[in-house]
């Protein structure tokens, strides 16, 4: 297996100046280099690309890639071009002539790598052609796209499962960072790869700090405190709404902060603009939906807040995977409320899909509240909710640098029901706290005859509020919607009878002291600063000249910086400060082609620092 390698070894060192396959990427790249077909679950920033990209380097023929966004394939094909690796990609709003350019390399052996979307690829004339050329492999990027027990199921990808009839002989991969076993199960037979070998690797993001807290009110004044507290970094702030988005970045910008409002009603100009000014520059934040994602490789993105919670656990750890990949330090905050929940279990009730569908749907928002909500280390909860076993606390997240306290709430928790129950799910929260603590305004005499009128003084109104939430994410409560004025009404009532009957215990999170959870994830963690501020004196002024460089030289090429070099090869260089041009080669991700480009600028700002 050893010698096998040495090849594929050799092309990560000279042409993408990586010492050492990372993780499972030797296996992966054996099993191709065989000629059979896998797939491969790794995380984000553990180097999907090059198990495909390296095979396709060294079988004969071309290698299709199919990727779901445009923006994506850009990317990664200027990326290889830099890095002196012969790959182009079909977009159908290239012009015919450039196209026409593309396919003569390709039919005279010249590509190694040919990028194309699934609808592209599908295509009859272009399948017909592809037919005649040799092939090296198929590999289908994000391919959890193909099942709908994902989360983002995309229908042009089923057509894919025609390429192992299309192309039998050639070795197909499919790469995903997110999939559950049940996903992988229908990506595997979607795909017929159900013979083939699986790869999965841990999920652990070890760089990735999480944090999550319940948000007060709209949550925006806490993400412009939360924005604040992390100046002169990269982020990304995904909002639910395009609304949404939009006051926000007006807020942060009011308050001085560089950002950007980006979603998919902004006029298509004005998001490229943007999505190159965010990619461009050393700390922007960029506050999107959803829209904004997938493709979106920044490197140095520092945290990811989500201003309201994400959709899945699969869709969390893919979002709040884009801080990080660079492998520095990074942090994951997400805002969550008993609301979101509500309004996201009403979403799918209304969805036309089959019940089971439905059902599958239901339990993942449970789980990922669950998680949100929960006691317990949220990196291991999500490694855990993947299939991974014997996994331990990550040591880093809030719940494991401050275990929540919880105590007794039986007793409010009856007093609460009761008071629900009375009053006849006529009303919403605040009226409901007002009853417990006997505050009504106006109170009606019928209500002030209740017997849950005022029995609830021993707690404050955030205190009621904490309750009522955690009632709801339990389900012994529910929420009804009522067009924005929402009702609260009891839940499961097998759950509420047990609680009535004190058979079931309620348990609720001892807010840390004086801080009603307000400064909980305020600062960043000690460890990410420490990393921000790894230079000093010489050696900051040297990693700023880089920096300044590396600006320029993106600019002029009209490229992002990291496309250049990541900031792991800068920092790489600071350490180093190489001399010679076989002392650069040491820094992590300088390849012979960039040796050559960019070697003698680099070892002159190295000389003049
Ligand atoms: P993803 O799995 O998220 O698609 P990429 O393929 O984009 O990850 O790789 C993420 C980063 O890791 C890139 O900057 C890449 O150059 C780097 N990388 C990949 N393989 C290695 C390796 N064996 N050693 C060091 N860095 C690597
Ligand atoms: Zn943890």
Redesign the pocket.
Known sequence: MTDSLAPARDI?RRV?G?????GL?AAVITEILAGRSAMAV?????????CYQIPAMLRPGVGLVVSPLIALMADQVEGLKQSGVAAERLDSNHSLDERADVWRRAEQGELDLLYLSPEGLMQGATLDRLRRLPLSLAAIDEAHCVSQWGHDFRPEYRMLGRLAEVFPDVPRLAVT?TADARTRDDIRAELRLQDSAEFVDSFARPELALAAERKRGQGHARVEELVLARPGRSGVVYAGSRDGTDKLAERLAAVGVPALAYHAGLDRNLRTERLEKFLEADAAVMVATIAFGMGV?K?DVRFVIHADPPASIEAYWQEIGRAG???QPAEGITLYGSADMAWALRRTAGREVSEEVRQVQNRKLRQLYGMLDGVSCRAAAVRRYFGEEGVEPCGVCDLCLAPPESIDATVPAQKALAAVHRLGGRFGRGRLIDHLLGKTKDVHDSEAALSTYGVGKEFSPNAWRDLIDQLLFDGLLKEDANDGRPLIGLGDADGVKGVYRGERRVAVRKQPEGADASTRSGRPRKRTREAMAEFTGDDLVLFEALRAWRRDEAHEQHVPPYVIF?D?TLHDIVRLKPRSPAELLLA??VGDSKLQRYGAAVLKVVKDN
Do not use: C
């Open positions: 990560l993408f990586h010492a050492e396959f990372r990427q790794l995380p984000t920033g553990g180097g999907k690309s090059l960072a490789d490197p990949r660079d492998g990541g792991k992590t991700g």
